[in-house]
């Protein structure tokens, strides 16, 4: 595993930089710095245009996801420092699908865009190729370490090409999935 120190450097500035412009707090909160996977896995078999991957009804569930919704608690703005995206079609349910694989993205999930939003800003445009697992290691740092704000709504948007439509699993056989992992520094009060 690579030093992350720069990351970690960043991500404290970055919410130093938060906490300074919050003028509306009546005394400080000691901050606890905490590494930590977002992730969340999907299946795209048949997916088309824009996707949101998560909002408001997202539940966490053990190996599918960890998101809670499209809102972070109170007291936890988290940090990116990093994204990789997995792919397989090993595997009937989400739940059992074989990560390990190092399966090529097709054509149209490799033409496909992963957007992460929040108020109207543009904190990750990403192709999907930029962000792909080529080693079980690989991740893609994001050197903006775009800050992700608690009690604030946000988008995770998967974005096709006009007219491209991922191919539904044949037979009803194995599906075709994305793991999308993110690497971040939450920040706890």
Known sequence: MDNRTPQLQRA????????????????????KLVDKTYYL???????????????ANTKKVVGITNFDG????????????AIRVQ???????????????RDTLPAELQNADLRLIQTNDMLIDLPL??????????????????LLRAKEEFKLE????????V????NGGCGMFLRFEFRVTEAKK
């Open 12 to 31: 404290i500035k970055v919410l130093g930089a938060r906490q300074r412009q919050n003028t509306q707090v009546a005394k400080p909160q000691a901050t």
């Open 41 to 55: 896995n999907v299946k795209v078999d048949g997916m088309s245009g824009i996707n949101e991957l998560v909002d």
């Open 70 to 81: 499209n809102l972070l608690n109170s007291g936890r703005d988290v940090v990116i420092d």
């Open 87 to 101: 792919f397989t079609t090993r595997g009937e349910k989400i739940e059992s699908a074989d990560w390990q694989s």
């Open 129 to 146: 190729t930029d962000v792909q697992n080529f080693k079980n290691e690989d991740y893609r740092p994001i050197a903006t370490t775009p």
């Open 158 to 165: 998967l974005e096709f090409p006009k007219g491209v439509t």
């Open 167 to 170: 191919p539904m699993s044949k």
